[in-house]
């Protein structure tokens, strides 16, 4: 099964860059995860790859740019992005996703608002099974929140539907909260099942909240999907 899921996210990511990585664009965003490790193989594989600038999402994003011998650069010195691959941990019927499990989620978030298309690769474990989010993504919506806003965050997830909310742990290799690349604390919300015309309400309802940085919903952004099925074939949704 490895070595199947490892040659779908593969599959997905090559075809989405030689699909979409058009002459003309000068300036890509890179984002997190697993998958997007083989979009920067990919293009670091492109005879003219010195004449792309790449926006990483995080720690991991940048390693992956400097490493596949890619030009990096900033948010700060390139707002204006022609195109963002990034991978996801659910995508529902409508195309909106979670996103957060490796805690880049604003960053993420941020990279791909400012891109002008915004293409998700993934494997076929990330596409949910119903249209739902929250149904092969067990582990709730990530939200990233100020770390003094925790206690009183955790109290209004619950009180307007959480299943469950708590505080991600760093595990075994850290005592204590895992910590964002901006410094802040991440909190995982249960909200079930999340049907495709409620996401956005979700999405706005918990943005509102004082403390919090940003949420794991991506709602609205996504042009299209690159998904590696099982049997090594490459299916896609979106225009």
Known sequence: MTSLVEQSKKSAAYQAVDDNLKPSYKIIGIGSGSTVVYVAERIGQLSNKSQFTCIPTGFQSKQLILSNGLKLGSIEEFPNIDITFDGADEIDSDLNVIKGGGACLMQEK???????????VADFRKKSPTGQLGVNWR??????IIPASYTKILKELKEFGAVKAEVRSGGSAKAGPVITDNGMFIIDADFGAIPPAEVSKLHNKIKFLTGVVDVGLFVNMVEKTY????????STMGN
């Not at 941020?110 to 998700?120: H, M, W």
């Not at 998904?227 to 490459?234: A, D, L, M, T, Y």
């Open 110 to 120: 941020l990279v791909a608002s400012c891109s002008k298309k915004f293409i998700i």
């Open 139 to 144: 582990k709730g919506v990530p939200i990233e």
């Open 227 to 234: 998904i590696g099925e099982e049997n090594g074939s490459v």
